[in-house]
């Protein structure tokens, strides 16, 4: 293949602009504010997670607690009602006063029993309450935080973008310039090498793979015509040559 000498430098100009293109797209998917919000949103929905059963557990405290204070209210009720009938002289028989008054005491255990069991609920419901807050608190916090990293990584991507929008568009001037036969070697052999097609031969020396060339290899380039396409015979990408290339 032939091609213009200044075709050939040319191609370096665009080898440039794709590197550049390359790095920018490393760059956008390696940003710390990935892995940093990454963190975070595992974080939140950890702790959101844990709000939820937080809150649950204070529904279901709350319901407890309504719950065993109208059993107490049932029970009172009762007392107050069997107390009346033993106040009110109603109640002659004695084996009946003897069974209203045995009532009245069991009622009066089980009354102080249901309070308990109420405080108990309420020391719970409230200690749920107080991790609930503090959960929400956190979670707040952590969203909060989320939203500013987020807000740092759209910046930096957005700068990204825009760069790699204008070294693109400035890709596609210079390549519409390079003979498109060599454009497309030049685009096989740099998905071919890790993105790298065509390399400067510098100091007789290819910066492709950083070898430097032979007594032989070197004759050849020599003998070449200037119009000719070389290849490097370690890497076989294409060796674009320049005033630089010490032959």
Not at 95 to 100: I, K
Not at 151 to 177: S, W
Not at 213 to 235: G, P, Q
Request: contains cysteine.
């Amino acid at each position: 293949m032939n091609a213009a000498p200044a075709d050939q430098i040319r191609l370096l100009d665009v080898q440039a602009l794709d590197v550049r293109l390359t790095q920018l797209a490393h760059q956008r998917t390696t940003l710390p504010e990935h892995a940093e919000l990454r963190e975070l949103e595992s974080e939140l929905a950890q702790r959101r997670d844990l709000l939820v059963a937080a809150q649950t557990e204070v529904s279901d405290t709350a319901r407890e607690q309504t719950k065993a204070e109208q059993d107490v209210d049932q029970v009172r009720q009762r007392a107050v009602r069997d107390q009346q009938r033993l106040d009110s002289g109603m109640v002659t028989s004695p084996r009946d006063l003897e069974s209203l008054q045995s009532e009245i005491a069991s009622l009066a255990k089980r009354q102080d029993a249901l309070e308990n069991v109420v405080l108990e609920i309420m020391e719970r419901h409230e200690s749920a309450q107080a991790r609930a807050e503090e959960l929400a608190a956190s979670v707040e916090e952590l969203q909060t935080t989320v939203t500013e990293v987020t807000g740092r990584r759209d910046t930096v991507v957005g700068e990204i973008d825009a760069e790699a929008g204008t070294v693109g568009r400035e890709r596609e001037v210079i390549a519409r310039a390079v003979p498109e036969s060599l454009l497309k070697l030049y685009d096989k052999l740099r998905a071919q090498h890790g993105g790298v097609g065509a390399a400067r031969l510098y100091q007789k020396r290819c910066e492709g793979c950083r070898l430097e060339l032979n007594i032989t290899e070197v004759n050849e380039v020599k003998a070449a015509s200037e119009d000719a396409v070389l290849r490097c015979e370690n890497c076989r990408r294409i060796l674009v040559r320049t005033p630089e290339s010490g032959l």
